[in-house]
């Protein structure tokens, strides 16, 4: 089990950016997938992005690609969700993620405790 902390949430404009942290307590991430879910209210959870943490492959979901951008410090066992051109319909919630795989991480990962993106004018 990896114990995770999210943060960098907050209010942005539209067409803003803001940057996501999600750091790994007590063990790093190696041999782990670490990614974001998000979820709006009344909507079902979804899938942001996810980075293999050993091999660097990326993945986005198809609403943020383009816009978003995930990464990874090895050093200070943290992984960055970078979004830009924010839209309303990006406000949500939204959780790190860390599991054994990316096709894993929905069902069997653990989770963080959410942060709030609110994208406003």
């Known amino acids: 089990q990896v114990q995770l902390v999210d943060s960098g949430g907050g209010l942005v404009q539209p067409g803003g950016s803001l940057r996501l942290s999600c750091a790994a307590s007590?063990?790093?991430?190696?041999?782990?997938?670490v990614g974001w879910f998000r979820q709006a209210p009344g909507k079902e959870r979804e899938f942001v992005a996810a980075?293999?943490?050993?091999?660097?492959?990326?993945y986005y979901g198809e609403s943020v690609k383009g816009r978003f951008t995930i990464s990874k410090n090895n050093a200070e066992r943290t992984v960055y969700l970078q979004m830009a051109s924010l839209k309303s319909e990006d406000t949500a919630v939204y959780y790190c993620n860390a599991a054994k795989t990316v096709a894993s991480m929905n069902l069997y990962g653990d989770w963080g405790q959410g942060t709030q993106v609110t994208v406003s004018s």
């Open positions: 980075i293999d943490w050993n091999s660097g492959d990326v």
């Open positions: 007590g063990r790093t991430f190696s041999s782990y997938a």
